[in-house]
Nanobody, 123 residues
């Protein structure tokens, strides 16, 4: 099992940037792919981005391509989500999740989840 803790959320104006972090503990952290998902009030949880266990493969939702970048530092047991050109529709609680090795775009494919960090973008 992997324990995940997100940080870096906050309130920004449209066009601003934030960098989310997901710190992990537990066995064989480096063997797990990591995904970011988000959930706004009254909406279903949606996929944002994912990165494979070794960082060679990434996957993004169409809504964030060109604006968000996912990366990882296995030496620090941390995955990052750099969010630029933020829009009000990016407002949500952002969750980090883990699955074995390869990227996945569905929440059902991930088995460990963090508690989330809130991102609020004002217009």
């Amino acid at each position: 099992q992997v324990q995940l803790v997100e940080s870096g959320g906050g309130a920004v104006q449209a066009g601003g940037s934030l960098r989310l972090s997901c710190a992990a503990s537990g066995r064989t952290f480096s063997m797990y792919a990591r995904g970011w998902f988000r959930q706004a009030p009254g909406k279903e949880r949606e996929f944002v981005a994912a990165i494979s266990w070794n960082g060679d493969s990434t996957l993004y939702a169409d809504s964030v391509k060109g604006r968000f970048t996912i990366s990882r530092d296995n030496a620090k047991n941390t995955v990052y989500l750099q969010m630029n050109s933020l829009k009000p529709e990016d407002t949500a609680n952002y969750y980090c999740a883990a699955r074995w090795r390869t990227v996945g775009g569905k929440a059902s494919e991930y088995h460990d989840w963090g508690q989330g960090t809130q991102v609020t973008v004002s217009s």
